[in-house]
């Protein structure tokens, strides 16, 4: 199935999200807690040293150089190289007569550690990452005892140094294992799979696919799909492939096609929502006219007869959901409106006049803020066509620009004004946009930015 919705997120983007994760990996091995160490070390025909190693206590552990990176086909591996620790604690040692005891401080240097990170998605349409492989190798461990026997440290300190790197190379992959799943794991499921827009509507994000890896970016296809919340059905159409352009200046980028959008004027055409009622009080004073039959009469001169000086209103329907496309020129859409006038009458009760068929050329301005898709449309002048009447024929073209002003002044800021409120982008927890690109292509609308993290 072809996504109605793509994110990619690029080397830039990765390499950011790796950043946060490194810095949480640190404080999550720096908790690392290591149990009291004891044993023997055979020394020739004398004897054995009798060794113990307790308080362990790491001071830090720092992961100064690492990098992320996507493999094709797989998933992602972060290696990290040449990190280093340290920490202390008390020892106590027998060999034959002498006792002793002591502090000590042990230094880890060069660690290696290579994770493969395994991407997928569950039975919701979440995105799942799990440890697929993780290798860690340490070249130097470094003990330093206190004290003045220096000749009896040496006995053992090659076999400390070897436990603590064994000790260390499973503690610390045993860390990455729990980090990735209580930590990335959690956070990589706070992706919406399905947002609530508002009464009557949502978007659906779930991912089609699981994640992909690229050579330079990790892409996930998403089902990009509006829906009525009261009844969600099948869309008459599917999504077209999205060609995606090799853009790599931002962080992340969304591609979101027509068929998204389409669905949006399906869904709330099925939900009722884009029926709209104009009355005297929402026309501005400053339009110069009222809406009652009198306006109308200059027109329609039987009006005046059949119901004389009596206020009116309009409801506009659209027959079909609006269908809009996508170029390189950006949106547009050519929208059908049923204009159903009425005279209301003493009683309050409805007497239809007349229905028009209004078509307009429309053109949206597409932008980005605070996580969420926002827009506005800009309109071209209005066509007219009468398709029933119960005061007789008329001219409609005669009132081509009074619809038009009662159009523009009433319908399109209320239009605007949704479209200001926008509809929410598919992002995890705690993300915030910036540097907004704004691009269009066939068949897809291209939003690329970069991203900031916002801890808690």
């Known amino acids: 199935t072809n996504p109605g919705f793509v994110v990619r997120i690029t080397q830039a983007g990765l390499d950011y999200a790796h950043q946060q994760g490194i810095v949480i990996l640190e404080k999550e091995l720096a908790k690392l807690k290591l149990p009291d160490i004891s044993g023997d ?34 998933g992602l591996q972060v290696s990290i190289s040449n990190a280093f620790a ?5 020892w106590r040692v027998k060999f034959l007569f002498i006792r002793d005891h002591g502090s000590f401080d042990l230094k880890v240097e060069n660690v290696y550690i290579k994770i493969g990170l395994r991407l997928g998605s569950d039975a919701s349409g979440k995105p799942t990452v799990s440890t697929s492989d993780c290798r860690t190798h340490i070249s130097n461990v470094r003990v330093r005892f206190s004290g003045k026997l220096g000749w009896l440290y040496n006995l053992f300190h090659s076999v400390i140094e070897s ?29 919406p799979v399905t947002a609530r827009i508002d009464a009557k509507t949502g978007i659906d994000y779930s991912l089609v696919a699981p994640p992909r ?26 999504p077209l492939p999205l060609a995606f352009p090799s853009d790599h200046d931002r962080m992340v ?7 998204f959008f389409n669905t949006a004027g399906i869904a709330y055409h099925k939900a009722g929502a884009l029926v709209f009622e104009i009355t005297e009080d929402m026309i501005p004073k400053e339009a110069g006219f009222h809406l009652d039959t009198s306006t109308f009469s200059a027109f329609i001169p039987q009006l005046e007869e059949m119901y004389p000086n009596m206020p009116m209103k309009f409801r506009l329907s ?88 009662l159009t523009s002044s009433t319908l399109l800021p209320r239009l605007n004004a949704r479209l200001d409120e926008g509809f929410p982008l598919p992002l995890p927890d705690r993300i915030q946009l910036s540097n907004i690109l704004v691009r269009f292509y066939q068949n897809f609308l291209l939003l690329g930015a970069d991203v900031r993290f916002q801890p808690r």
Not at 224 to 232: D, N, V
Not at 337 to 366: E, G, H, K, M, T
Not at 372 to 390: E, P
């Open 253 to 259: 980028y969304f591609g979101a096609s027509s068929y």
């Open 318 to 405: 659209t027959p079909t959901a609006p269908f809009l496309t996508i170029g390189p020129g950006g949106i547009s859409l050519r929208p059908t409106v049923d204009a159903q006038a009425y005279a209301i009458l003493p009683n309050s009760s409805l007497a239809p006049l007349f229905l028009l068929s209004l078509v307009r050329n429309v053109s949206a301005v597409v932008n980005v803020r605070s996580g969420r898709i926002v827009g506005s449309l800009d309109v071209g002048r209005i066509r007219l066509s009468l398709k029933d009447s119960a005061v007789g024929t008329f001219q409609v073209r005669m009132m081509q620009s009074l619809m038009n002003i």
């Open 213 to 238: 890896a690229t050579a330079q970016s990790l892409d996930a296809d998403l089902k990009g799909e509006f829906y009525s919340l009261a009844h969600r059905s099948t869309v008459p159409f599917s």
């Open 163 to 191: 436990r603590f790197r064994k000790l260390l190379e499973d503690k610390v992959c045993d860390i990455v294992d729990e980090s990735v799943h209580n930590e990335l794991q959690a956070y990589v499921q706070t992706l």
């Open 86 to 90: 340290e920490l202390d604690g008390n």
């Open 41 to 74: 070390s055979r020394v020739g025909r004398v004897g054995k040293v009798r060794y113990e190693l307790s308080r362990l206590r790491l001071r830090d552990f720092h992961l100064p150089y690492s990098r992320i990176t996507p493999i094709s086909n797989v």
